[in-house]
């Protein structure tokens, strides 16, 4: 089982510009969660997607955060455009989606907005 | 008002020692619980869950819970040097979606 994979693990763009970030849950896995981690917040979710479709977007900070899954084996996370307070790491965990399962994080991708 | 609370910490506990970390909760309708371990500059990686009220062991860990007190804690037995890191509790709802307290810095010290 190769896990939770995210990509990039590091990103460092200039303020205004768009980002987008990856993740490929684990393989039977229906829920997909992105969480945002900084020391001030903590980790805050962002946004859930069981069987691809969006159950909560209440924690997405604002309009310039979108999300998708296209499919069970790919999500995307994009900011346009990007700001310096978007700075943190951002991980993507999946669960089997039954009841309240484990989530399972991937490495995360560090986001440092200049 | 944060919807699962952890002190934050540090908690020092001497190698060898019972390291006892608390979370409360607000959420009444919370149905399962849940104890992450992470390293500085990893991702949380689970370490237990527990879903009745009680008592759950594995190993040197052991999560307990007590719904009427919306508390749930995790002891650390014979800590290790090698068990500093951050604690995060988790509670879970009905609807498949956990929410994080702000996690507990352990220091094991040798």
């Known amino acids: 089982d190769a896990g939770v994979i995210q990509s990039p693990r590091h990103e460092v763009t200039e303020m205004g510009q768009e980002v987008t970030l990856r993740c490929k849950p684990i393989?039977?896995?229906?829920?997909l969660f992105w969480y945002r981690q900084t020391m001030m917040r903590g980790l805050e979710l962002l946004i859930y997607?069981?069987?691809?479709?969006?159950?909560?977007d209440s924690g997405m900070p604002e309009d310039r955060f979108s999300a998708k899954m296209p499919n069970a084996s790919f999500s995307t996370l994009k900011i346009q455009p990007s700001e310096p307070r978007d700075s943190a790491v951002y991980f993507c965990?999946?669960?089997?989606?039954?009841?309240?399962?484990?989530?399972?994080f991937g490495n995360g991708t560090r986001l440092t907005v200049t | 008002q944060k919807e699962v609370e952890q002190n934050s910490g540090p908690l020092s506990v001497p190698e060898g020692a019972i390291a006892s970390l608390n979370c409360t909760y607000s959420?009444?309708?919370?149905?399962?619980f849940f104890w992450y371990r992470q390293y500085s500059g990893k991702s949380p990686e689970l370490i237990m869950f527990i879903y009745s009220n009680g008592d759950k062991e594995d190993g040197r860990f052991t999560a307990q819970l007590n719904k009427a007190s919306q508390y749930v804690s995790l002891l650390i037995r014979d800590s290790q040097p090698s068990d500093s890191a951050t604690y995060l509790c988790?509670?879970?709802?009905?609807?498949?979606?956990?929410?994080f307290g702000g996690g507990t810095r352990l220091m094991v010290k040798p």
């Open positions: 959420d009444r309708g919370s149905q399962s």
């Open positions: 988790a509670v879970g709802n009905a609807g498949n979606m956990l929410t």
């Open positions: 393989s039977g896995h229906n829920s």
């Open positions: 965990a999946s669960s089997l989606g039954q009841g309240a399962s484990p989530l399972h």
């Open positions: 997607f069981n069987n691809n479709v969006p159950i909560d």
